[in-house]
């Protein structure tokens, strides 16, 4: 009886906020978040099941230590997402997965210094000439969240969207390269710049970056 009742509930609630899309329907929306601004359609594909394809982008500037030295780096948040949402009893409630094209990223110079530290090695400003730092991520990456809000819902053209969710990213890889120095060439560089390479990719902080976090909020229009 109670386990009846409480089924009872759940689908009056779910009626409640049911939001049944017309085929052929689509929706343009701008969200914002952990990926950036971005812009974002939707399309229905099937009973209770559409599908969202966008961009984000959002860039920033700050000065970070990288292995020893300080950088101008540029904070660059640039994906291409499409997911699949599943609405759950046909409500605003949805479950998502679908993969991501990550783009997002740092790169910039050191700042100017007269000495550099390279793998434990000091190397004069002569030496190592102009130093340059580019940190990537996996391009292909799968997201997986649940999310808030049906934009092909036929009850109001506009609707609020809401997402939290995660993108398994793994982890970053630093590039870093010496130009124009007078050891930019040599054989000892390069070695501890590769070792300072491997060192950034084996640290025991950067095993919480493999696990984006997203978190969005936005509003669409169906057409």
Excluded at 10 to 24: D, E, V
Excluded at 69 to 98: C, E, P, Q
Excluded at 154 to 177: E, N, Q, R, Y
């Amino acid at each position: 009886m109670k386990k009846t009742l409480i089924l009872s509930v759940i689908t009056l609630l779910s009626s409640s906020y049911s939001a049944q899309a017309a085929p052929g329907d689509m929706a343009l929306g701008l969200k914002t978040g952990t990926l950036g601004i971005g812009l974002e359609a939707t399309f229905e594909v099937a009973d209770k099941f559409n599908v969202r394809v966008g961009g984000n982008y959002f860039k920033l500037s700050s000065e970070v230590d990288v292995e020893g030295n300080d950088y101008d780096l540029d904070l660059k948040l640039n994906s291409f997402t499409a997911i699949g949402d599943w609405h759950v009893m046909d409500g605003i409630f949805r479950v998502s997965a679908g993969a991501v094209i990550n783009k997002n990223g740092l790169n910039g110079a050191a700042l100017s210094s007269n000495t550099y530290e390279i793998d434990d090695t000091i190397y004069t400003a002569d030496e190592v000439g102009a130093l340059s730092a580019d940190v990537k991520f996996t391009t292909i990456a799968s997201y997986l969240g649940i999310g808030w809000g049906n934009a092909l819902a036929d009850d109001s053209d506009w609707t609020f969207m809401a997402d939290i969710g995660v993108i398994f990213a793994g982890k970053p890889k630093l590039d870093v390269t010496s130009t124009g120095g007078t050891l930019s060439n040599d054989q000892a560089l390069l070695d501890s710049i590769a070792q300072a390479e491997t060192d950034f990719k084996d640290s025991d902080e950067l095993k919480y970056l493999k696990i984006y976090p997203v978190i969005s909020v936005g509003v669409s229009y169906r057409f």
